[in-house]
Each structure stands twice: as C-alpha cells, then as structure tokens.
C-alpha cells in the first residue's frame, strides 16, 4: 500500500520562507504524481501545486512564482514556500495519484473526492502578519 508522510511545517512570519517535504513509498505505477493541498479553517481545499513523475509541474495561480515543487529520484517531493502570506496559512496536506489521474493538472486535482489517491494526515503552516 503507498503511503504518504510530510515533514516540515511551523509557523513562519510573513515574508519569509520554509520548505516542506512528502516521502512516498510504495508507489509502483510508472505514472503517478505528488501534489500538495491546503486548507484553512472553514475553508475548501485548495490545490496548490503538483509534479508528474517526468518532472512536469502545476501551480496554483495563488501561489505562482512564490512556491516551487520538486522531487528526487527517491520519490521524495519538496515544496519551497516562500514570500509568504498570512493567506497561506492552513492545513498542507500531501497526496499521490497514480495512472490517469496522474496527468490531472492541480485544479483538477483538487476537485477529485478524497477517496482516490494516497493521502498523508498533513503538516501545519502558520504565517503570521
């Protein structure tokens, strides 16, 4: 079974900068991809970036030349956050999506019902004003 662990998170004053990481294991497929989402209290969640198994990146436009994603051969996905916001703020969350679902670009993502793809249990980003 993959599964799916972030490290990382705190809280961070605005302006500045951290950087998460996703470790997924198990994942067989050839295609696949590991995104990021985010959620703030009484908020839907968002999608806020992905990378294929190619390299091939998605980006929200919120956060768009602010955060970029990246993986090593291991599987290991990064998320440098950076010029943060107190909008940033929320629960991130990291998940993959194997197959189809692979070549999903990150808003599409976000609209698929929890169900399909592994999810890990999310790391806590505070960005204070």
């Known amino acids: 079974q993959v599964q799916v662990t972030e490290f990382g998170g705190g809280s961070i004053q605005a302006g500045g900068s951290t950087i998460l990481s996703c470790a997924a294991s198990?994942?067989?497929?050839?295609?696949?991809?590991l995104a990021w989402f985010r959620q703030a209290p009484g908020k839907e969640r968002e999608g806020v970036a992905s990378?294929?198994?190619?390299?091939?990146t998605s980006y929200a436009d919120s956060v768009k030349g602010r955060f970029t994603i990246s993986q090593d051969n291991a599987k290991t996905v990064y998320l440098s956050l950076n010029s943060l916001k107190p909008d940033d703020t929320g629960m991130y969350t990291c998940?993959?999506?194997?197959?189809?679902?692979?070549?999903?670009?990150?808003?599409?993502?976000?609209?698929?019902?929890?169900?399909?793809?592994?999810w890990g249990q999310g790391t806590q980003v505070s960005v204070s004003s």
């Open positions: 990378i294929d198994q190619d390299g091939g």
């Open positions: 198990g994942i067989t497929a050839s295609r696949y991809c």
């Open positions: 998940a993959a999506f194997m197959n189809y679902f692979s070549d999903y670009d990150i808003s599409l993502l976000a609209t698929l019902p929890p169900t399909i793809g592994s």
